[in-house]
């Protein structure tokens, strides 16, 4: 079990120092019911980062085999191998070329457009819940802000309604239990800064690569047969 170490400085009788674990659920607790939508977020957060790197990933293999195969099959003319290639692949550059071959024949401007529509298609679909992401990343801090904020009016508040007078220690206590919640929000929007950012730059890459291989498809169409 993975235990956060926290240290009071709790001087006893005989001088010595006390030292308190708490094992993370512990802290989370101690944080309070704002707790409860940031570690929803986080749950988001890896299932959609999970979800979406798969997708980029599987859509950013290396197209130069399978480009290979299709230039060569369109240049005997055997088209009906080349599309059943492109299905049997099942990626966004294979479909997009699937859309190019099966207009072969047609204005070169037309097999473009074509083209152009189908890559900005899957793009888009890698690109779902991607700003879901990004939203993450600022609501998380936002929120651990806000129970902070809340943990504090509470604390001050007891302090006022009491009589006696205030302990230090029970100050101290209530103030670093509230910042917990900043804690965890400044953690899982950091963590979601990173994983948006992560998934643009893939998405980036996928992008170049369609673009590319769409040149070297066209440049494919306009050498002499």
Known sequence: MIFLQIVSDTVTGGGQQARQSLSVIDVMIRGGFMMLPIIALLGVLIYFFIERIRLITQANQDPTTFMTSVKELVLKGDIATAKSLCTETNTPVALMIEQGIARLGRPLKHIETSMENTAKAEIFKLEKNIAVVATIGGVAPMIGFLGTVIGMVKGYSAIAHDEGVVSPKLLSAGIYESLITTIAGLVVGIMAYVAY?????????????????????????????
């Open 197 to 225: 950012n992560y998934l643009v730059l893939s998405l980036q890459n996928v992008t170049h690569v369609m673009e590319r291989t769409a040149v070297d498809f066209v440049d494919l169409l306009q050498e002499p047969q």
